[in-house]
């Protein structure tokens, strides 16, 4: 068997040497493409020499490998050659091996040439984008050199588009102690509990889960944080996962001073089924669902917590803080429901990954998007850095290596706008989130004061005369590591790693084994996990250790090194406190170290270290000061560093004393200081606007009076009622007329205008009714026609309202129900331009304030306005393809008409060409995608409804959406969320959907589950459908 495979593989190894030398040679343009991306790849492989009935049949193959001439050319070898039939079988089947294998590889390189030039013209754009930015931001006019100049000396901060930063960061300190702030962080995926973490059960369930849950305890130990919660997924399912993972809430830590609400918590939301653990790339489509509990839940908790500390005023949080890319979604949108600021931390990044898969060339871009999702998951962490005040990363490297990959940050473009900010003056409409390096947080109240070096009693124990007797009294791992060396005095050079090569060990053994010096003077220990048979682990791993005993025997290093096969996870310390009481070093010498935790563990024990200079050590170093950066691949380097620490018993000493004292800085009470004092940095970038949960209904007190029981709710907290019972009714009602009449005193009004204060439900309207020349179609006035005829019961109760959401400016909106004879005023609402304007009827269609101010985070204002024309032109387009619509324009939203038939960029394209610039916003193309909508980041239909929700106390689950089976480019979103949904058939026949996303995006389905139970379809026609009935089935009447 193994000659018939060394036979077959010859002819692999030969198609894959001669299909490249006849595609040079048949194409010149292709030879060069193919040449550099193969030498990019590492294709090419050595020339070998094959028999010439090989070579003509190889060749033959790589030519023409058509089905019917691959017969023709088996024919024409075989007449060549004088072989039996078994051999000629043989032969046939290895022909149509090698045709099939052949197929694949061209598919293959013609697809990974793809990918490389998609990525080439992606990096030509960014640098497009950066150098566009960069030119507008190049010069300070004489003016703004002026204004800079006054504002550095003036006392109070100019406001301007984008809000500024002060120059000086104000520690966290003791100052900050009555603040009784509430923290939000949030980790959707894997299993988050408190106690008996099961770390490692799947990939989801690892570090991040241990880092989130630390990090909610320290935060809520730290003086003047009230409340930490912690936001996760909620699991009911007995048969996959243990029952805690189903408890909507777990506290992590008891509050301080013995309040109901203080401390730290686990709340748990749904997110999907709750009875399937899925993993996090299933969870996509779930995560509206999720932002909509978590909304209700922040909104509930922020009422009871101003009852408690605020004086009865909402205490919104300080900050909401979205770990992974799921979770940095869920953090983006919350932060524009609620306006207040966001931090990310990305722990692991998306496009990384997906360049690393793709020069591996062992996936397509489209297996690798299908089974990774990898491309929601890029714009989920896109999305989260539009919207961060502050990135948290670990190390200088992730910052310039990981997150310098995304379209939405610059290292150059950030520094230059925070130039800008602390000069005050304008930044154009860009906006950067600010990247700060906090390394995690450790807890360190395992290291005792016994590790130290002032006596050596119980290593001289282990290795004196009198081991035996005394050697019961130490850790086993002590005597486990000591059996190899010959002279167990001498230091301990110590590396603590995985099996891989990346880690780097052979450089290691190699500075080792060839420093005479070195030797002499130190013993090296190698803990390079557990192993039972080496033959039996993976294949990196074998290969390594294998190396590894090569390279011990042949620079004879037995009795010099140890390299145990088995040690447990509370081992790790007592190795650390061994290598200290030998004096001894410890040593990464990865090739790159994201970040390095083990040498910050080696620190705490009075390790000094030698690392590698790539990566995380760089920042760890810089910190401690306590050991040398070395290059990972210079092997003299490595040996200098070493014997450098171990001769020098003066560095050495010098070395210890600095990581103890300045290993503090990596605690969890360092890194909650650290962490607070950069928020509290990044605040003052924020609007001071915060949104206001509407307090009672102002309406005619004779008309309140006589629904007391319908507005009741308006005035009673959760904290009013009784525990066991209902509060008096006599008392409640006269608690309620005071109420109304402080109010009415208050505003010196006797007729105070109506206020939807007492709406239950609400019903939406959001379809999206076109024709295909963007005009408003018939079906619009029939919608809103059936709608409130069949809820007029609830508008005149008082228990319903219904709201417009639409693409229209509020003028065309005005002329359109004018023209369909319907009363404007029958809203409670109506919102206009894609989101961006609010506007209440019974206010004479006032605009609410408020809203703007809400939206208003990082808009670009009047600078993006003439850059959008240009950038949605594709780059042979006409001039008039997209020009601006003056009509439909005001503050908070730029619209252009779009010509017919014009080949313009879609959404994803252009936002992305925008985001490479600096510029945040929203894109909506409406009006059958004959106009295009340019608003703040944070405004959309969906975030206005949550504002209404919140602002009117309605929670979303009691709000029903009509909507079209197509609509706008935010379409999607509206059907998301744990609102009703109801989708009519045929309402609207012309969408904007073709203009959302490009062919290399991600699909709907990752975006909402279209089968959730709360998306209820018609099954008649809008004609047809009896909208009384639907309603009365979802009990809004």
């Known amino acids: ?169 104000q520690l966290w300190s003791e100052d900050h102690n009555s603040r009784n702030l509430y923290i939000v962080l949030i980790s959707i995926h894997g299993l988050v509990r408190g106690e008996n973490m099961e770390l490692g059960r799947d990939s989801d369930t690892g570090g991040q889960v241990k880092y989130v849950v630390e990090l909610a305890r320290a935060l809520a130990n730290t003086k ?180 310098g990959l ?40 395992y290291v005792t004061t016994q590790d130290s070096v002032e006596g050596e009693g119980d290593l001289n124990s282990l290795i004196g005369s009198d081991r035996a007797q005394s050697k019961r009294n130490l850790p086993p791992i002590w005597s486990e590591i000591m059996r190899f060396f010959t002279n167990p005095h001498k230091p301990t050079i110590l590396a603590l790693s995985r099996p891989d090569p990346k880690k780097n060990v052979m450089t290691l053994l190699k500075a080792f084994g060839e420093c005479q010096a070195l030797r002499k003077l130190a013993n090296l220990t190698l803990i390079l996990g557990n192993r039972d048979d080496i033959e039996e682990m993976s294949n990196s791993s074998s290969t390594v250790l294998t190396m590894v005993l090569k390279l011990i025997d042949k620079y004879d290093l037995y009795g010099q090194v140890a390299y145990p096969k088995h040690h447990k996870q509370s081992d790790v310390p007592e190795i650390y406190r061994l290598a200290a009481k030998t004096k001894g070093v410890f040593i990464n010498p990865a090739l790159v170290e994201p970040f390095g935790l083990t040498l910050i563990e080696a620190a705490a024990y009075g390790l000094p270290v030698v690392a590698t200079k790539n990566g995380g050590p760089v920042d760890i170093l810089k910190a401690l000061n306590n050991g040398l950066l070395i290059d990972p691949h210079d092997q003299k380097a490595i040996e200098d560093a070493l014997l450098k620490l171990v001769a020098d018993k003066n560095l050495w000493q010098e070395c210890r004393k600095n990581g103890l004292k300045n290993i503090h800085r990596f605690s969890w009470p360092e890194h909650c200081r650290n962490y607070l004092s950069h ?58 007329i005071e109420a109304i009449m402080c109010r009415v005193s208050s505003t010196g009004n006797s007729n105070v205008s109506y206020f939807p204060g007492r709406r239950q439900k609400l019903v939406v309207i959001a379809a999206d009714c076109y024709d295909d020349d963007g005009n408003i179609a018939e079906a619009f006035q029939d919608i809103i026609t059936n709608v409130m005829k069949a809820v007029r019961l609830g508008i005149r109760s008082g228990s319903v309202g219904v709201v417009l959401l639409t693409g229209l400016s509020l003028q065309e909106t005005i002329e359109a129900l004018n023209r369909f004879q319907v009363n404007i005023e029958e809203f409670d609402a109506v919102v206009c331009n894609s989101g961006s304007e609010m506007y209440y009827p019974w206010k004479d269609l006032m605009a609410d304030a408020d809203y703007e101010a809400h939206v208003e985070y990082a808009w670009p204002g009047e600078n993006i306005r003439s850059t959008i024309p240009r950038l949605a032109r594709i780059d042979d387009g006409e001039e008039n393809d997209i020009v601006e619509y003056a009509s439909g324009c005001s503050s908070r939203c730029f619209s252009y008409s779009v010509k017919p038939g014009a080949m313009i960029r879609k959404i994803d394209e252009l936002r992305q060409r925008l985001r490479m610039r600096g510029l945040r916003c929203n894109l909506v193309y409406t009006h059958a995608g004959l106009r295009l909508n340019v608003i703040p980041l944070f405004s959309s239909r969906k975030q206005a409804l949550r504002y209404l929700s919140v602002k009117w106390g309605i929670d979303l689950s009691k709000v029903v959406v009509f909507v079209g089976e197509k609509g706008d480019t935010d379409y999607e979103e509206l059907m998301a969320g744990i609102q009703k949904t109801l989708v009519l058939k045929g309402l609207v026949e012309y969408g904007s959907e073709r203009l959302l996303h490009s062919e290399d995006s991600y699909k709907r389905e990752d975006v909402f589950s279209q089968d959730s139970p709360n998306i209820i379809y018609a099954e008649k026609s809008y004609e047809d459908s009896d909208i009384s009935e639907i309603l009365e089935n979802l009990k809004v009447s």
């Open 406 to 445: 995304y379209d939405g940050f610059d290292l150059k473009l950030e520094r230059k706008l925070r130039v800008r900010q602390r000069r005050r003056v304008s930044c154009l409409g860009r906006h950067m989130p600010r990247m700060v390096v906090i390394p995690p947080g450790m807890d360190f109240s």
């Open 679 to 736: 928020v509290e940095h990044g605040k003052n970038r924020r609007s001071t606007s915060r949104l206001e949960i509407t307090p009672t209904a102002e309406e005619p007190v004779s008309d309140s009076l006589k629904d007391v029981e319908d507005i009741s709710f308006r005035f009673s907290t959760e904290g009013d009622s009784k525990l066991n019972g209902e509060m008096d009714p006599a008392a409640r009602q006269k608690q309620i």
């Open 1 to 169: 068997m193994a000659a018939v495979n060394e036979w077959l593989n010859g002819y692999l190894e030969a198609i894959l040497d001669v299909g490249s030398s006849v595609r040079k040679k048949n194409d010149g343009k292709l030879k060069n493409n193919i040449a550099k991306f193969e030498e990019q790849q590492k294709y090419e492989k050595e020339e070998k020499l094959f028999n010439p009935t090989t070579k003509y049949f190889v060749q033959e193959v790589v030519n023409s490998f058509d089905e019917h001439d691959l017969y023709r050319t088996w024919v024409k070898v075989t007449a060549t050659r004088n072989s039996s039939r078994d051999r000629s079988n043989r032969l046939e089947n290895m022909c149509w091996r090698i045709w099939h294998l052949t197929r694949k590889k061209k598919q293959l390189l013609q697809i990974a040439w793809d990918d490389a030039q998609r990525l080439a013209r992606r990096r030509l754009d960014r640098e497009q984008g950066r150098n566009d930015a960069a030119n507008d931001l190049s010069e300070l006019s004489e003016g703004e050199k002026e204004k800079g100049d006054a504002n550095a000396n003036a006392s109070e901060s100019v406001k301007d588009n984008m809000s500024r930063i002060s120059s000086e960061m």
């Open 224 to 403: 003047g944080i009230y409340r930490v919660d912690l936001l996760t997924r909620q699991i009911a399912s007995p048969g996959e996962v243990d029952s805690s993972y189903g408890e909507p809430i777990e506290m992590l830590s008891c509050p301080s001073d013995g309040s109901d609400c203080g401390g730290a918590y686990i709340i748990r939301l749904p997110c999907g089924p709750r009875d399937k653990y899925i993993p996090k790339e299933s969870l996509w489509p779930h995560l509206p669902e999720f932002v909509d509990g978590a909304l209700s839940h922040i909104v509930n908790m922020a009422r009871v917590l101003g009852e408690q500390v605020n004086g009865g005023k909402p205490t919104w949080p300080y900050v909401i803080h979205g770990h992974y890319a799921d979770a940095g979604e869920v953090a983006a949108q919350l932060s524009g429901a609620l306006n207040v600021p966001m931090v990310l931390t990305g722990h692991s990044l998306g496009r990384n990954k997906f360049e690393q898969l793709l020069k591996q060339g062992r996936l397509s871009r489209e297996a690798i998007n299908a089974t990774y999702k990898i491309m929601r998951r890029i714009e989920a962490e896109e999305l989260g850095v539009d919207a961060a005040e502050m990135v948290v990363t670990s190390t200088r490297q992730e910052i310039e290596e990981q997150w």
